[in-house]
């Protein structure tokens, strides 16, 4: 297996454009999650699918950001407005099992976004 | 509000040493709790986990203890290698993990 794919690996843009992130789970897995690391505030939890399904988007950090899973094997987070703020590295994880299960979580490469 | 704290200055040791990484979590009770190794450039890659009835959790080089009363865990390397170096990120769980800030670990020869 391929493991957690994320696309792209970099992406830099001027403040204001829309930004798209994706990602492909592990065949198999029916979790996903959408993660944002800064040196300052570490890794938080954006978003969490389950079955497709959005379970807790409670870290979402405003209107400004929305995800989908269009299918089960799919991602897309996207901002739109960007902000110079909103510049971090963006990782996805999947897992076989919910996140209140005893279930280890598989991480993608991430995309390191610049928003200039 | 829950807080996980782990050491935010990075942890020199030499080869062959034991290395012990703390993390520290208030405000909630969680069900397991999780260790994640992660290199410069690359996503966390799970190590362990261990749950609330579990003292402690081996796995080759590396023990985890889980403590509720102090609401602790230590994870421990044995005969450290300049491999071992990275960040460690604990991650305790109730209905979601939540990760610490990470502790970066170097192991020198």
């Known amino acids: 297996d391929a493991g957690v794919i994320q696309s792209p690996r970099h992406e830099v843009t001027e403040m204001g454009q829309e930004v798209t992130l994706r990602c492909k789970l592990i065949s198999g897995h029916n979790s996903l999650f959408w993660y944002r690391q800064t040196m300052m505030r570490g890794l938080e939890l954006l978003i969490y699918?389950?079955?497709?399904?959005?379970?807790?988007d409670s870290g979402m950090p405003e209107d400004r950001f929305s995800a989908k899973m269009p299918n089960a094997s799919f991602s897309t987070l996207k901002i739109q407005p960007s902000e110079p703020r909103d510049s971090a590295v963006y990782f996805c994880?999947?897992?076989?099992?919910?996140?209140?299960?005893?279930?280890?979580?598989?991480f993608g490469p991430g995309t390191r976004l610049t928003v200039l | 509000s829950q807080k996980i704290e782990q050491n935010s200055e990075a942890l020199n040791i030499q080869e062959g040493k034991t290395a012990t990484l703390t993390c520290n979590y208030t405000?909630?009770?969680?069900?397991?709790l999780q260790w994640y190794r992660q290199d410069p450039g690359r996503g966390p890659v799970f190590l362990l986990l261990?749950?609330?009835?579990?003292k402690e959790k081996r796995k080759e080089r590396l023990k985890v203890t889980f403590d509720t009363t102090l609401k602790q865990s230590l994870f421990h390397i044995t005969a450290s290698q300049p491999a071992d170096s990275a960040t460690y990120l604990c991650a305790p769980n109730t209905d979601k993990l939540i990760f610490g800030t990470g502790t970066r670990l170097q192991v020198f020869p």
């Open positions: 699918f389950n079955n497709n399904v959005p379970i807790d």
């Open positions: 405000n909630y009770s969680p069900a397991y």
């Open positions: 261990i749950r609330e009835n579990e």
């Open positions: 994880a999947s897992s076989l099992g919910p996140a209140e299960g005893y279930n280890e979580q598989f």
